[in-house]
């Protein structure tokens, strides 16, 4: 069963707007972890936020925020100010018991000028 | 300074044809995985070592071995290759706990191509 869902294939922003990228995720574990890491062209796996399953607080990290709905179950990515260089693939990825990261499928952003 | 490093970074091989990746992290971390990331983009965990001891071992033919001397280095040993096998795989590491100390730190990835 997929474990973490991402509905958006293709994303376009405009430069200097915020995008939201979707993330559900399924498990029955109480204590997980959920990641967002980003993949430019260039292939490298760059890890961007991490949210704790018990983390009361949103996480963020600079231009990247992490809005966590844990009873909608959804980890939802939020980059604001978007730069020419944010244009890449980015994955959610959830950790459960077996320390294991299960990922979604992706979702290609393309920032505009 | 590189936190998690593979070599080769490219390779391309004729079917049949043994070949080994091997993935070193310098970050003290004690858990090591292999991931296998498909021509769609998908990425998939393979293999899972902790202080040297095999953890995870996902539904992945018997072709592929992995191998951990030390619990900074995780080796990758594919035996008869085949076409399917023509994918990019990412080794990475962790420190395995709570909070953000347990997130795994990707390598730069060995795009394999078997001809």
């Known amino acids: 069963a997929q474990k973490i869902t991402q509905t958006q294939p293709g994303m376009f922003v405009q430069e200097k707007e915020a995008v939201t990228l979707d993330c559900t995720y399924d498990?029955?574990?109480?204590?997980?972890?959920l990641f967002w890491y980003k993949q430019p062209s260039s292939g490298e796996m760059i890890f961007l936020i991490y949210q704790g399953s018990y983390d009361e607080q949103n996480a963020t990290e600079g231009r990247y925020s992490l809005n966590f709905q844990k009873a909608r179950k959804s980890a939802n990515l939020v980059i604001s100010a978007s730069q020419l260089g944010d244009s890449a693939m980015y994955f959610c990825a959830m950790r459960d018991d077996d320390y294991k990261l299960s990922f979604g499928a992706g979702t290609t952003v393309t920032v505009r000028a | 300074d590189t936190a998690v490093s593979q070599t080769p970074k490219y390779l391309v091989t004729q079917m049949g044809n043994d070949k080994s990746i091997k993935c070193e992290q310098n970050l003290g971390h004690d858990t090591m995985y292999w991931y296998k990331q498909d021509s769609k983009k998908f990425l998939k965990i393979m293999f899972s070592y902790n202080n040297k001891e095999l953890i995870i071992n996902e539904t992945v033919p018997n072709r592929f071995s992995p191998k951990s001397p030390d619990k900074a280095h995780l080796n990758l040993h594919i035996n008869s290759l085949e076409l399917g096998d023509s994918a990019v795989y990412f080794c990475?590491?962790?420190?395995?706990?709570?909070?953000?100390?347990?997130?795994?730190?990707f390598g730069p990835g060995t795009r394999l191509l078997v001809l």
């Open positions: 990475a590491s962790s420190q395995v706990g709570t909070g953000q100390q347990e997130t795994q730190y």
């Open positions: 498990t029955s574990d109480q204590s997980y972890g």
